[in-house]
């Protein structure tokens, strides 16, 4: 089950409403493989083919788009058995995003400060 979480920064006041973790549809790989761009789609391909039971953790994550100035939620898949990981591009401009690993130590992409905080608001499967 995925987390909804709010990200608002004290600074500046913009809020972001996120969706974390993933659902009970993301337990494939097949049914994950169509949300990253077709470089990443073309190596779960590979990994798929070579593999009799592809090993991989899958959740959104956290992300600042320095692009559209957002936190975003990002599809984030690990390979197991590869120790490889992929992150998704923004879904609102398809550029690239930086993981967010501690929210109290990353920069508001609006106002630049390290004032982010987070609220867990619900559930979503």
Same mark, same amino acid.
């Given at each position: ?20 973790g993933s659902g009970i549809m ?24 070579? %593999? =009799? @039971? ?6 959104? /994550?956290?992300? *600042? +788009? ?5 936190? #975003? ?16 591009l923004c879904e609102k401009c398809?550029?690239? %995003? =930086? @993981? ?6 990353? /920069?508001?992409? *609006? +106002? ?5 905080? #987070? ?7």
């Open positions: 089950m995925g987390v909804i979480i709010d990200v608002s920064c004290a600074s500046c006041g913009k809020t972001w409403h996120c969706r974390t993301h337990g494939e790989l097949g049914a994950v493989k169509s949300l990253f761009p077709m470089e990443i789609r073309q190596k779960l391909d590979s990994y798929e083919a070579e %593999t =009799e @039971l592809p090993l991989f953790d899958f959740g959104y /994550r956290l992300a *600042v +788009c320095e692009h559209c100035k957002s936190v #975003e939620s990002v599809p984030v898949i690990k390979l197991l058995d590869k120790e490889e990981e992929y992150a998704g398809g550029k690239g %995003t =930086e @993981l967010i690993e501690n929210i109290g130590e990353t /920069r508001c992409p *609006v +106002c630049r400060e390290a004032s982010l905080s #987070e609220e867990e608001t619900g559930l979503w499967d």
